[in-house]
């Protein structure tokens, strides 16, 4: 999954919000940077660039992203890590940054409350999450191609879990009851831009958790091949870009 997430999903989907939350940690001179939920790295990337003095522990709590991550931005510390069982001492950090990783927080409130217990004094929190499905080219039209391919029982990872926590007053309400104050939210859309439809349905149907739903299918190719035909067909042949709807937010503590 981490090689096919790489691939197909990373440049279209996470490079473009990486470079503009990148350069908005920069703008906070941190020193000592953790990034919770890092996937592959292309947040930390940015990172690194953009704030060359600040030390960055990248973490995730898979452990093959992590290798994966550790090969491709060898700069960062790598570490496996639960979001809402840091293994860091309190107060090490002046940010911690997350880039669409806090939709998949079983317990956003335990994990904002590591956040708290992490960050130093005077520390910022900076995450993203995307907005509605339907504020996400790319995501919309994969999913109204996954249910034309599956009337009955299409899977709804990418509404529930990723465009499921886009409600700013959900997201306040939980770093409240963590000890954190919400400072600034910003909705942000940018331009995704693709080689090919194909590419991007490789990505979802591979790159996911869309992929074990359907990989135990008899018919798992013959719907992989539907869905990218149909997302061919809807945003047309070679070079494809959309739109991409994403809210960032900084919060503090309370204190």
Not at 93 to 107: A, E, K, R, S, T
Not at 143 to 156: F, I, M, N, R, W
Not at 181 to 190: A, D, H, I, Q, S
């Amino acid at each position: 999954m981490p090689e096919a997430y790489e691939q197909h999903l990373v440049p279209a989907l996470f490079r473009p919000f990486a470079a503009d939350l990148a350069a908005r940690a920069a703008a906070l001179r941190p020193l000592t940077v953790l990034e919770l939920a890092a996937g592959t790295g292309a947040l930390t990337s940015a990172l690194l660039t953009e704030v060359p003095t600040a030390s960055v522990v990248a973490t995730d709590l898979n452990e093959s992203m992590v290798t994966a991550g550790s090969v491709r931005e060898p700069r960062a510390d790598w570490r496996q890590a639960d979001a809402q069982d840091l293994p860091f001492e309190d107060a090490g950090f002046d940010l911690v940054v997350c880039q669409f990783g806090v939709m998949f927080f079983p317990d956003r409130p335990a994990a904002y409350a590591e956040v708290r217990r992490v960050l130093a004094p005077g520390g910022r929190f900076l995450f993203s999450s995307w907005g509605p499905l339907a504020s996400h080219g790319f995501g919309a039209a994969f999913q109204a191609a996954l249910e034309k391919a599956l009337p009955d029982g299409a899977p709804t990872f990418l509404r529930d879990v990723p465009h499921g926590y886009a409600d700013p007053a959900v997201v306040a309400a939980d770093l409240t009851a963590a000890g954190l104050t919400l400072g600034t939210v910003e909705e942000v859309t940018l331009e995704g831009v693709a080689p090919s439809a194909a590419s991007v349905a490789m990505g979802f149907l591979t790159g996911t958790p869309v992929n074990a739903a359907l990989e135990a299918r008899a018919d798992a190719q013959a719907l992989r091949a539907a869905v990218t035909r149909t997302m061919t067909e809807g945003l047309g042949a070679g070079p494809v870009a959309a739109p991409m709807t994403a809210t960032v937010y900084t919060a503090h503590d309370q204190a």
